[in-house]
């Protein structure tokens, strides 16, 4: 699933099907337009990172950035990407079945 943000990019949030959670493991991530580098949240484990950006697909290259252990922390300026992926994730893979009345 993706979602477009006119300002910074395209969002992007898949399921790895990795067993992480009861969701399996929800991940959100963007590139960012203008700094060519890329912004990820794992929203099953609570893990943030960034890391330069290639040619090529986005979830691969979070996925091999995320089990290499080849991205850092975000900044502070990363604060409002993060909380829009964030936002994302749990709006396309909600934590809990919402409950009706």
Not at 36 to 44: A, E, G, K, L, P
Request: with cysteine; net charge neutral.
């Amino acid at each position: 699933m993706s979602y477009q943000n006119e300002e910074e990019g395209v969002v992007h949030v898949w399921n790895t099907g990795r067993q992480y959670d009861k969701r399996g493991q929800i991940i959100a991530a963007i590139k960012i337009k203008h700094k060519d580098r890329i912004v990820f949240w794992d929203d099953s484990r609570h893990i943030d990172g960034t890391f330069p950006a290639k040619r090529g697909n986005l979830q691969e290259q979070v996925i091999a950035a995320y089990d290499n252990g080849c991205y850092k922390c975000p900044t502070n300026g990363d604060n409002a990407v993060l909380k829009m992926l964030k936002e994302n994730a749990e709006r396309m893979h909600p934590k809990e079945e919402r409950q009706c009345a």
